[in-house]
């Protein structure tokens, strides 16, 4: 007998998912690898970190990776959109399942995209700077990463689909999220001294450095105490973000 | 002694916490019988019915289904229930999809539902729209494939909210015909109409459901025989009138509403000739006169009243 959860996560895939769609959202960020990696190149000296001088291409193919969460989070989160959309949600709610599992479902799919969407970036990357990571073992350390990431973004956008009216102001919102997010972190360059004291705090406030500075010492360095510290954090804030999910959807209107 | 399948116990719900649309409701049902639930808009079959399915929480009285609490059990009532909504539900998909997604969800064995698939096709008339995205269907298909997807699966109980609205009377017979044989062979159903022939023909038992009350109970015969062969007098009329008067005059159900009286009874034509001249009598103009079969409203104005 297959497990309820895995039985919605099915469903999701075979009915939720438009391939085009699918492709064209976690691509999106090879276009920041191949138009900004590129173009900065040239501008911007290599890049210093932890000891290794990489290309800024090479410096932002962590952060593209990181996105993926992100992306496969909004993607799941607009699931539940298209379920109430076709009263498949309330079908679902008086079906054979724990209510939990219709999360699940969701944040499981979410995963499978950010993992898939995460290999996709490497092979971009790996086409555009010839370079993977330094020690294959940390590509598990990664997928971890990336699936415990999924389960945070994924709780967020739950959330947000519960609360927010109209599948408009979703969109408009998770745009809105996409840019703070993607810019006031580290994905597209380092958090130091150097940087506003405002954007730095933002920064730290915002769970993608945390991913994209985990993700990035994986591929290029050893890991330290700070990873630890970082995974951790991700860990706390996708437990967190995951029972308010659970929360908030109860109260759900059908 | 029969099982019961649904006990539902001085069940009050409310979604604002001041009205209570659902208001001291008691039934039961037991194995194999078919019980319909009759009312009109906003009556609150729908909400006993999410209550029953464990959609909604209870906010008064006891609920049992499958002999457990819905508060406690939950999941496993909702593994042995099959619910059909009143609003439309449907995946984004073909016809054919839909339905071995369904039964993929409800974890049918492979051989089995590809068996099942073929006989609800044949049975809601569905095989030549396989092919054809549920959206693209017409109310009436939609309301067919949602029908049909239900009977995929094995259950012990099966809640029916207005599955015939947008059926053609041929189609809707077949369906009826069709939920009647399940229940010959131990099914339990729930079902809400707001067809009176319809109840007859399928129940064994009905409630008739109003301002969330159950306001008359019982087999169709004894609802027959209390409500059959009644007609109601319409009138229209100019002038002050006496209700209580009214009232004394004529015990039969009288409801007056502004210049509208409506009287409900089994023998308007001995009525009808003594009402005139009462109205007569007091100087009282009847603008318009009318006697009609009772509808279902009717029935329900002198259940209330
Ligand atoms: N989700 C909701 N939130 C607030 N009020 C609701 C909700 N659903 C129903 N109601 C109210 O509860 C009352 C009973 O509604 P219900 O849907 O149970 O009626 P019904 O008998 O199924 O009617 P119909 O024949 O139109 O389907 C109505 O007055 C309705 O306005
Ligand atoms: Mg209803």
Redesign the interface.
């Known amino acids: 007998m297959i497990p309820p959860s895995l039985r919605l996560t099915a469903r999701n895939l075979i009915i939720n998912t438009d391939p085009g769609t699918l492709l064209f959202l976690i691509g999106l960020p090879s276009f920041y690898l191949i138009v900004l990696g590129l173009m900065f190149q040239a501008l911007i000296p290599n890049v210093f970190f932890e000891g290794h001088s990489i290309s800024y291409a090479q410096f932002l193919s962590p952060g593209v990776v990181a996105m993926q969460p992100f992306i496969a989070g909004s993607i799941g989160g607009s699931m539940l959109w298209s379920d109430r959309r076709w009263g498949m949600f309330e079908q679902l709610l008086v079906g054979p399942f724990h209510r939990i599992d219709y999360l699940l479902g969701i944040i499981y799919v979410s995963m499978i995209f950010s993992v898939g969407g995460a290999m996709l970036m490497f092979l971009v990357s790996y086409l555009l700077t010839g370079f993977v990571i330094h020690y294959v073992v940390n590509i598990i350390l990664i997928i971890l990463v990336l699936l415990v990431s999924s389960i945070l973004f994924t709780s967020l956008f739950l959330v947000l689909s519960v609360f927010i009216r109209t599948i408009q102001t979703y969109n408009t919102v998770t745009m809105f999220i996409f840019f703070i997010l993607d810019f006031a972190s580290s994905a597209f360059y380092p958090i130091n001294t150097r940087t506003p004291i405002g954007l730095r705090i933002i920064s730290y406030a915002n769970p993608l450095t945390y991913i994209v500075d985990s993700v990035r010492d994986m591929m290029f360095a050893s890991l330290n105490r700070s990873d630890l510290i970082y995974v951790m954090i991700v860990v706390v804030l996708s437990a967190l973000f995951f029972i308010f999910a659970a929360l908030s959807y109860r109260k759900a209107k059908i | 002694m029969l099982e019961k399948v649904i006990e539902v116990d001085h069940l009050r719900q409310t979604y604002d916490g001041r009205n209570f649309v659902v208001d001291d409701v008691s039934f039961y049902v037991s194995k194999g019988e078919i019980y319909g639930l009759l009312g009109k808009n906003g009556a609150g079959k729908t909400t006993t019915i999410r209550t029953m399915?464990?959609?909604l929480p209870v906010h008064y009285g006891k609920v049992r289904i499958l002999g457990m609490d819905v508060s406690e059990n939950a999941?496993r009532i909702?593994?042995r229930?099959g619910?059909v909504?009143q609003?439309?539900?449907?995946?984004?998909?073909s016809v054919e999809?839909n339905l071995k997604?369904y039964g993929?969800?409800?974890?049918v064995p492979r051989e089995v539902l590809k068996a099942r698939i073929e006989e609800v096709l044949e049975v809601f008339d569905l095989s030549s729209l396989r092919k054809v995205r549920a959206?693209e269907l017409s109310g009436g298909q939609k309301k067919r494939l949602q029908v049909a997807r239900e009977f995929l699966?094995d259950m012990d109980l099966l809640f029916l909210d207005e599955p015939t609205v947008g059926l053609d009377p041929i189609m809707r017979r077949s369906v009826l015909n069709y939920i009647r044989d399940k229940a010959r062979k131990g099914l339990t159903v729930l079902y809400t109409t707001q067809i009176m022939e319809e109840a007859d023909y399928l129940c064994d038992r009905i409630a008739i459901m109003n301002k969330g009350k159950i306001v008359a109970e019982g087999t169709s015969s004894d609802l027959k025989a209390k409500y059959g062969d009644l007609k109601t007098i319409h009138v229209i009329i100019s002038g002050e009138l006496d209700y209580n008067s009214l009232k004394v005059k004529f015990p039969e159900d009288v409801i007056v509403d502004n210049d509208e009286i409506r009287i409900v009874s089994k023998n308007v034509e001995d009525i009808l000739p003594d009402l005139i001249i009462y109205l007569k009598a007091r100087g009282i103009r009847i603008e318009r006169i009318s006697v009609e079969e009772s509808s279902l409203d009717d029935v329900f104005l002198k259940v209330v009243s």
């Not at chain 2, 609003?87 to 998909?93: G, H, K, P, R, V």
């Not at chain 2, 993929?104 to 974890?107: G, S």
Request: net charge negative; aromatic share 12%.
């Open positions: 399915t464990t959609i999941e909702r593994k229930i619910v909504l609003n439309e539900s449907f995946d984004f998909a999809r997604v993929m969800l409800w974890d959206m699966h």
